[in-house]
């Protein structure tokens, strides 16, 4: 099949340079997605979709122009190579793209045991049904959702300049929401899991463990006070810890934020935007991470220092913002499928492990908040202001070194460099993970990311009930 | 490929293979996209065109929905036979009547706009053109992003009991980030409609520079609680986070709404009536028919500060033996419909913008929030993190804020809370309000 794919992108970049192309990338996506959703003890979703096309971006003399169809015969991929052409003769300047000197062959295929697409649709359904009804039963448990969601996602870049790129990955996850209820106050909480691989994954995680925890969490939550609101010393669980560096650091590093302005990480390159205990990267590769080899562009993705203890050495760039400022592209140029041009993204964006232990940055708290992640559900930043915002699942307060009062309803905000100066311990307990379920949301564009670190403790802004 | 082939061949196919019951749901939809660096200066340009597929069958109350872009009618057939497969082993849902049965269609004005129907990039590059040249005459403010989208979409729905016309409408989306030189400041705005009419590149440019400069040179503010004034776009989305939710009628049936139970009661400030309205004309969310073919209504859904209804969907209407109010909102095309807002719009007061700053005396003008969309629906908390707003004392701006958060519960706030209404209703993605005056609001701050 890949073969098959592979040539009909290498006929496009080749027709694409005959009728006039500087340079010429094509991306083609075969993506499956499966879903099941049994909510309140009944089936209420069994759906999949497909995601199917072709897109080819060209520059020309006269500028940059990118087109798709979902028809992948040749007489559809000639009208849209003529439209991507006919897009770049627009007369206005674009800047020039990075070129690589010579082409690459990548391939990368998540290992998968079984293939979660020929399972019997039986045995996920009694799964999920399963977990759903049995926390129903539960008292207490006023509402609750329990989804799988299944992916594979096949992505094809060839380029003029000889880049060859297949990936196939796999995801497969469970996910649970839970709505407990004492009187007349109620309280959600949802979590979930996801790992790279094939259905195996599924079958060997404590599926029924999870549903517990959660459960039980949300029945503690509803009668939780939420916190009185300020500014506390935080101890970022590692669950938390990645939404945290990828919503208040990562969205800034990003080099079309900066190069436009937009980002107020601009022009701090050699400048100290952390404490010395913060190292950040992004890094295409690791373990529990969504996996980038190669991005939309036929750019390799390898690891990328952002910060190296407290200084900002770097940014993420596509191939135009890397050119702009005469640097090497870093392979972050994504697009949420071949229906858009890429933007520039993160893909597994994280703080590198120090040496304390949770109970240690505890210890030394005399009044402060243990944040949690589970039930935290996203974040947002605004990099040019550098405010950046997101929920937090039920937390603790600290109190002489020891968690006492659980509390709900928690949102931090911060300032992206004052909150990141702040930080005087990093854990050793480093976690990556990503989702089937969701990804990071930019310009109308989700694309999956893994976001993760240790535990790590800072002061940050908290909002109350 | 023809809309009403495809929809005709995928009922013929899914009623031979023994489906009960099933629905065909074709979108075809032409966009263009633009993103401009600066005054003649582009970043991107691209579109295409694609034929997305929602099919649902029923086989003995098991039901399942599928679908995804296709390339020609044998991905239509390769998904109903797939949903097909599935729905056999799907468990029976006993509460299952009946895909919709009365299929309609409401004509409404200014659904379509011939500029935009004919798909010429020309149209957003000279919009964006507009708009960096209008902010490059400011010299203290530059362009961060400047995006234009255009779409043309087409869709109809058949099913086992009829079918529908063809629904055929534009859009515009306008997205603008400008950036104060040398300031942590900066500010941006949307546009969303149905057609170009209500647009002014120049003057929604104009307002964007305006704002950024308004709420620069931030400092703290004074107090842990304050009057506020919530601009019609930061209400808009904080009511579409936390009332919208609430009202759907699966969340209410399913024990998940603060609103259950509530229907008759005084629920908000009688200041405060909101309607939803799913044929109203330019309108971002306005459709002929919602998203599995029943025609769409306006509907008061508080009067006054009363809750009325709540919203349904054709399935959820059937639990409660009554009629969908046309709210029926599938994610994506290949989704499950589940009810949902069209256009949700809070009714205007009359106090003009000046007047209801001084209402508050000495509070904050909240012109852009980021993260209410993370504020719980459940029980109603909500939290906002402040990236754009100004500190006034009786009418008069004395420094711009940012970095704290607002927070409370949406229904005491909107209750007990409300000073006064704006006449200036503006939305974003299909909630439209006025301008709000709330008192004693609780700040959470550095």
Redesign the interface.
């Known amino acids: 099949m890949f073969e098959e794919l592979l040539d009909l992108a290498t006929h496009s970049v080749e027709r694409a340079r005959e009728l006039g192309a500087k340079l010429a990338i094509t991306r083609i996506q075969r993506r499956t997605y499966e879903r099941i959703v049994y909510?309140?003890g009944?089936?209420?979703?069994?759906?999949?979709?497909?995601?199917?096309?072709l897109?080819i971006?060209v520059y020309t003399n006269n500028?940059?122009?990118?087109?798709?169809?979902?028809?992948?015969?040749r007489e559809s991929i000639e009208n849209?190579i003529k439209?991507?052409l006919s897009?770049?003769n627009?007369g206005?300047?674009?800047?020039n793209p990075y070129v690589l000197n010579q082409g690459i062959a990548r391939f990368y295929r998540t290992p998968v045991s079984k293939d979660p697409f020929t399972i019997?649709?039986?045995e996920k359904?009694s799964l999920i049904?399963e977990l759903n009804t049995e926390s129903m039963k539960i008292e207490g448990i006023?509402?609750c959702t329990t989804f799988m969601g299944l992916e594979r996602d096949v992505r094809i870049v060839v380029t003029s300049e000889g880049v060859q790129s297949v990936s196939e990955i796999t995801l497969c996850g469970i996910g649970h929401t839970v709505?407990a209820?004492d009187g007349s106050?109620?309280?959600?909480v949802g979590d979930s899991r996801t790992f790279v691989g094939g259905y195996e994954t599924i079958r060997r995680y404590d599926w029924q463990n999870f549903v517990n925890e959660l459960n039980n969490l949300a029945k503690q939550a509803v009668r939780a006070p939420?916190p009185s609101?300020?500014?506390y010393v935080a101890v970022v669980d590692n669950e938390l810890v990645g939404l945290l560096i990828h919503e208040a650091f990562g969205h800034a590093c990003e080099g079309?934020?900066v190069e436009?302005?937009?980002s107020?990480l601009q022009g701090k390159i050699g400048q100290k935007v952390a404490s010395e205990y913060v190292t950040i990267v992004d890094q295409g590769l690791v373990e529990g991470g969504y996996p980038v080899v190669v991005d939309d562009e036929g750019i390799p993705k390898g690891r990328t220092t952002i910060v190296d203890r407290g200084i900002l050495v770097g940014y993420l760039h596509s191939r135009?913002t890397a050119n702009q400022i005469n640097v090497e592209p870093t392979g972050n140029a994504r697009a949420e499928n071949v229906?858009?041009?890429i933007l520039v993204r993160q893909t597994n964006f994280f703080v590198e492990r120090g040496d304390w232990t949770p109970e240690e940055m505890i210890r030394d708290v005399k009044h402060g908040i243990y944040l949690r992640g589970r039930g935290a559900?996203?974040?947002?930043?605004?990099p040019?202001?550098?405010?950046?915002?997101?929920?937090v699942g039920p937390s603790y307060i600290i109190e002489n070194g020891e968690l006492k009062q659980l509390v709900r309803?928690v949102?931090v905000?911060?300032?992206i460099i004052?909150t990141l100066m702040s930080v005087d311990a990093v854990g050793r307990d480093l976690v990556v993970k990503t989702s089937v379920f969701g990804g990071c949301g930019k310009?109308?564009q989700m694309v999956r990311v893994g976001i993760g670190g240790p535990h790590l403790r800072l002061q940050i802004?908290?909002?109350?009930? | 490929m023809d809309l009403e082939y495809l929809a005709e061949h995928g009922l013929d196919l899914g009623k031979k293979l023994g489906a009960d019951e099933i629905e065909i749901y074709v979108v075809r939809s032409t966009?263009c996209?633009a993103r401009s660096?600066s005054s003649?200066?582009?970043?991107?340009?691209?579109?295409?065109?694609?034929?997305d597929i929602g099919v649902r069958i029923v086989v003995d109350k098991r039901?399942?929905?599928?679908?995804?872009?296709?390339?020609?009618v044998e991905?239509l057939e390769s998904?109903v036979r797939?949903?097909f497969?599935?729905?056999k082993?799907?468990?029976r849902?006993d509460?299952w009547r009946s895909l919709p049965t009365k299929l309609g269609f409401t004509l409404f004005d200014k659904a379509y706009d011939p500029k935009l129907a004919k798909n010429d990039?020309?149209v957003l590059?000279d919009m964006l053109?507009t708009m960096t040249s209008t902010v490059e005459k400011h010299r203290d403010i530059?362009?961060?992003?400047a995006?234009a989208?255009s779409y043309i979409i087409e869709r109809m729905i058949a099913n086992s009991y009829g079918r529908t016309n063809i629904d055929k409408h534009t859009a515009i989306e306008v997205f603008l980030?400008v950036?104060v030189?040398g300031e942590?400041?900066?500010f941006y705005d949307t546009f969303e409609a149905k057609t170009l009419e209500r647009f002014n590149p120049e003057a929604f440019a104009e307002n964007c520079c305006r704002l950024a400069k308004l709420t620069a040179h931030c400092r703290a503010v004074p107090t842990?609680r304050l009057n506020v004034v919530l601009i019609n776009k930061v209400f808009a989305s904080i009511a579409s986070t936390l009332l919208v939710p609430a009202l759907a009628a699966?969340n209410v049936q399913?024990?998940?709404s603060?609103l259950r139970g509530k229907l008759g009661e005084q629920v908000l400030s009688e200041d405060l009536s909101i309607v939803d309205d799913g044929a109203a004309p330019n309108l971002i969310n306005s459709k002929s028919f919602d998203d599995e073919g029943i025609a769409t209504q306006r509907k008061v859904v508080f009067d006054r500060g009363v809750l009325q209804t709540y919203l349904y969907d054709h399935y959820t209407s059937t639990i409660e033996n009554r009629e969908s109010t046309g709210n029926a909102v599938r994610r994506?095309v290949?989704?499950?419909p589940q009810p949902w807002s069209t256009n949700f719009i809070i009714l205007p007061g009359s106090e003009d913008l000046e007047k209801l700053v001084k209402t508050i005396g000495r509070g904050l003008v909240v012109y852009?929030t980021?993260?209410e969309?993370?504020?719980?629906p459940?029980?109603g908390?909500l939290?906002?993190?402040?990236?754009?707003a100004v500190y006034v004392e009786n009418g008069e701006v004395k420094h711009g804020v940012?970095?704290?958060?607002?927070?409370?519960?949406i229904y005491e706030l909107l209750k007990d809370k409300v000073m006064a209404l704006g006449n200036d209703v503006d939305g974003v993605e299909g909630c439209y309000a006025p301008s709000i005056a709330l008192r004693d609001v609780?700040?959470?701050?550095?």
């Open positions: 909510d309140n009944t089936l209420r979703e069994y759906s999949f979709s497909t995601v199917v096309g897109g971006k500028g940059v122009g990118y087109s798709y169809t979902t028809s992948l015969d849209c439209q991507a897009m770049a627009h206005y300047t674009t800047p019997d649709p039986g359904i049904k006023a509402s709505v209820k106050s109620m309280e959600r939420t609101p300020g500014k079309d934020y436009r302005g937009g107020i135009e229906y858009y041009d559900r996203g974040g947002q930043v605004s040019v202001t550098g405010t950046f915002t997101f929920s309803g949102t905000s911060g300032h004052e310009g109308h802004v908290v909002g109350g009930g | 966009s996209e660096l003649r200066r582009i970043e991107t340009i691209f579109g295409g065109s694609r034929i039901v399942a929905v599928g679908g995804g872009s296709i390339s020609g991905d998904i797939k949903v497969e599935i729905a082993h799907t468990p849902d509460k990039p020309t590059l053109d530059n362009v961060v992003r995006v989208r980030a950036r030189s942590e400041s900066g842990e699966h399913r024990e998940r603060p994506a290949h989704e499950a852009r980021i993260g969309w993370l504020s719980n459940i029980n908390l939290n906002a993190t402040i990236s754009n940012k970095g704290v958060i607002i927070c409370g519960n609780t700040i959470a701050k550095p």
